[in-house]
């Protein structure tokens, strides 16, 4: 072969196929530090990409670095749902720098049920005594709506979303994009005060059923990125905070007939180390309850093609 014999194209990543990508897999609050590099510090946000169209989910601090990357590009419309406006999910808005240019076009859902409304918590965090910027400032042309239809249709994607147990009016959501669906439910207390065996709840037990709805909209998708915050120990202390244990975590994706699982929204409290022993605990109550599927940890930077 010459030197000029061109590369096989099979072998180059086509970037334009549908794709993931985690920015902030930490729940809470940021986690700097050299504890935390493996996972990474930055609070919730994915990207999904497919379609002609770009999909972000939450905007917690991994927004930023998602920012920086659409500006490598030339401005676009990108939509960004949130799930919820605790600060770990917006967080991260004020230093979205494709905000504050002209040419791109930033439309915001969230659900009905909220306080204030999107665009008052919103530009409410952009107030002058919290941050020097306002958003009038935001040269971008920002748009705020409300979740109504379920599912919506966005180009060539779908996506759908689901009431969550969490404090305030939370959802989770799932994106139907090349085929293949993904759902982010970052902050979720499934069986909420539960701390039994996990192997003694079903489909029919009473604790589940309130949670039917949220376990059918997962139970086709592909990929589900979910919490699981606390170990059984943790939560017996932290009922009612808005997570689900590791072991009811694992009841839910038994119940939906998850198959993939990649595990976000990690506690700050749980570094590089603790979080190793956690997903082995994961994979353990996995098997222990019959259904050991394939489980992951999130973290910052990870991409996955479809
Ligand atoms: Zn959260
Ligand atoms: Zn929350």
Redesign the pocket.
């Known amino acids: 072969m010459s030197p000029s014999t061109p590369a096989d194209p099979s072998l180059v990543l086509d970037t334009a196929r549908p794709h993931f990508t985690l920015w902030g897999t930490r729940?809470?609050t940021p986690t700097p530090g050299a504890r935390f590099l493996r996972a990474g510090g930055n609070t919730?946000c994915m990207s999904v990409e497919g379609g002609g169209e770009h999909f972000i989910f939450d905007a917690g601090t991994g927004i930023r670095e998602l920012g920086l990357e659409l500006l490598a590009a030339p401005p676009r419309r990108v939509h960004l749902f949130i799930t919820h406006t605790?600060w770990?999910?917006i967080q991260g808005f004020p230093f979205f720098a494709p905000a504050y240019l002209p040419g791109f076009e930033v439309v915001i859902y969230g659900a009905e049920g909220f306080g204030k409304d999107l665009k008052s918590v919103f530009s409410g965090q952009l107030d002058r005594e919290y941050f020097p910027v306002q958003m009038e400032d935001m040269q971008s042309r920002l748009q705020f709506r409300q979740l109504t239809a379920s599912p919506m249709s966005i180009g060539s994607a779908k996506v759908s979303w689901e009431f969550a147990q969490h404090p305030g009016a939370t959802v989770g959501y799932k994106i139907e994009i090349g085929g293949k669906k993904i759902a982010w439910v970052?902050?979720n207390e499934f069986l909420q005060g539960y701390t039994g065996p996990p192997e003694e709840i079903t489909r029919r037990h009473p604790l589940a059923l309130p949670y039917a709805g949220m376990i059918d909209f997962l139970t086709d998708a592909d990929i589900v990125v979910h919490e699981a915050q606390y170990t059984p120990a943790e939560y017996e202390k932290k009922i009612r905070w808005g997570h689900s244990s590791v072991a009811n975590a694992c009841v839910l994706m038994k119940l939906a007939g998850v198959r993939r699982w990649v595990v976000t929204?990690h506690d700050p409290m749980h570094d590089d180390t603790i979080l190793e022993t956690k997903l082995n605990l994961t994979r353990q109550i996995l098997a222990q309850i019959g259904h050991p599927i394939h489980v992951s940890h999130g973290y910052d930077g990870r991409t996955e093609f479809f």
């Open positions: 729940g809470s919730s605790h770990d999910h970052p902050d929204h």
